[in-house]
């Protein structure tokens, strides 16, 4: 089993910047695909960002070029830089990890995090 726990939501201005760590205990995710993933009030789970466990990474339209996934396999954790932060930013961020498929699709992912707020106020 895998436990991920998400930290580093907060409120934030927009066109500021947040780092999301998610840090993995259990068992070591360095092997697995870990993404990102928000749900804004009244809206779908939708995908953010992933990272493979040779480091290749994924993202959403709506982030390229300002958000940025990494990982710290000594720290056995993920971290999603978010800069130039805008109001529709705002969500519950999720780490996940191990998907069964497509990397993009939140329902093939086996083992999730708790979530941690991010607020961009306009």
């Known amino acids: 089993q895998v436990q991920l726990v998400e930290s580093g939501g907060g409120l934030v201005q927009a066109g500021g910047s947040l780092r999301l760590s998610c840090a993995a205990s259990g068992r070591t995710v360095t092997y697995y695909i870990v993404g990102w993933f928000r749900q804004a009030p009244g809206k779908e789970r939708e995908f953010v960002a992933a990272?493979?466990?040779?480091?290749?990474?994924y993202y959403a339209d709506s982030v390229k070029g300002r958000f940025t996934i990494f990982r710290d396999n000594a720290k056995n954790t993920v971290y999603l830089r978010m800069n130039s932060l805008k109001a529709e930013d705002t969500a519950v961020y999720y780490c996940a990890a191990d998907p069964r498929g497509d990397v993009y699709s939140p329902q093939v992912y086996n083992y999730w995090g708790q979530g941690t707020h991010v607020t961009v106020s306009s």
């Open positions: 990272i493979g466990s040779g480091g290749s990474t």
